[in-house]
């Protein structure tokens, strides 16, 4: 076996998340470099087949040693609304849909939301607060166990459930009783966009998945 040269580091299996982690903070990406944010500021407008809406998201959150990706609306997400809108892929009308990884903006939620019968988004209890505010300032008229609607419905009016509720995926117990208390069924789709981007929440993912799908 050869000698390993003076300037390269033996790495063992034990020590490389330590070694990633090390090359993360000195080769850190430049402040210039947004990684796929839409915007680095707090408030947004984004228009979407003709209709406008406006989100608040927390720069300064997703900043912070203990940052969640979801403090802020990644790029990916408005062509996907406009790609499951214009294709016309899933017929939403009287189905009932979850939301893993809703983030605070609440995009899809007052989007495809409003075609549903029945809309649950789920994130982790930080980014709770904040979905829910802009839910209500973006969905004109909706009912809700959960978030509080300035504009109730007239009578006999059919007009989307929007809720909104904790589901941890690394902790699903609690998050799946919430979703139950709030509608019993299995949904009909669960949907979600820039979910995750760290391979060790893929086997949460997958599981949060299955257990929610029944």
Known sequence: MSKIPNFLEEITLDDVSTHIYDLYVDSAPSENQDLGIVSK?????????????????????????????????????IPFVKWIQTKQLHDFKDKYVVELGAGVTGLL???????????????????IKL????????????????????VKPKKKQIVPKIDACVYDWENIQQGLYEIKELNPKEPDFIIGCDIVYND?????LVDAIDKLAG
């Open 41 to 77: 500021k707090d408030q947004l407008q984004i228009s979407i087949s003709d209709s406008d809406y406006q989100f608040e998201q927390s720069i300064s959150n997703l900043n912070t040693s203990n940052s969640s990706t979801g403090f802020v609306l990644w790029k990916v997400s």
């Open 131 to 150: 979905l829910k505010k802009n839910i209500s300032n973006n969905v004109p008229i909706f009912q809700s166990s959960t978030i509080e609607c300035d």
């Open 200 to 204: 060790y929440l893929v086997p949460y």
């Open 109 to 127: 939620s007052s989007t495809i939301g409003l075609k549903t019968q029945h809309w649950i988004a789920t994130d982790q209890y930080h980014l």
